[in-house]
């Protein structure tokens, strides 16, 4: 509606519309709720980046004082991990990590220690025997996103351009296995 319009030509307009003032004010009510509920919504989404950004700073800090710990026997349990690290200093958690599929245990474990300085120590672990078994120790590394375990940072998917005499290129597809002959690209 265009400002020009006397309140008895809009009343007009909206009953040529078949509109009357009931059905308006229940629209600009519906409005009204929809765009609180918008507001609403923008600020849970700013609470959010907010809170995924203080858990991004807290599982650096959380990894700097972790310990990767790979050729675990696979009957291990937590407790025994605990007690053949218990030399190195206080440890607050041990996650020995399982398949999703299957939920056997995968072969390697963290340690999280109450305190970054006693890493260096749970190190020296390094090739010390558990179960029969020499463990590899490191520290825990942070994952980057987009970064793969080729360190390129191309992130998913083949990449690239897989052309060349007999590769396919751009026109695909298999060739057959003839001995060789002609091939016209």
Not at 51 to 71: A, I, T
Not at 72 to 100: M, W
Not at 116 to 126: D, E, F, K
Not at 134 to 142: A, E, F, H, I, Q
């Amino acid at each position: 509606m265009s400002a020009d319009l006397t309140v008895q030509e809009e009343v007009q307009v909206n009953q040529a519309v078949g509109l009357d003032e009931n059905d308006l004010e229940a629209m600009k009510r519906k409005v009204a709720e929809m765009e609180a509920e918008a507001a609403k919504l923008r600020e849970m989404t700013e609470s959010l980046n907010q809170e995924s950004e203080l858990l991004e700073e807290n599982k650096e800090e959380v990894d700097s004082r972790s310990v990767y710990v790979g050729n675990v026997d696979y009957a291990a349990t937590p407790e025994e991990i605990q007690a053949h690290f218990s030399s190195c200093g206080t440890i607050n958690r041990v996650t020995i990590l399982c398949d999703k599929y299957t939920g056997h245990p995968k072969g390697f474990a963290y340690v999280e220690f109450a305190e970054p300085s006693l890493v260096p120590q749970a190190l020296l672990l390094n090739e010390s025997t558990f179960h029969g078994r020499p463990l590899k120790v490191t520290p825990k590394r942070t994952n980057v996103p987009g970064m793969s375990a080729r360190g390129r940072g191309r992130g998913r998917g083949r990449g690239g351009f897989r052309g060349g005499p007999r590769g396919g290129g751009y026109r695909g597809g298999f060739r057959g296995r003839g001995r060789g002959g002609f091939t016209p690209y």
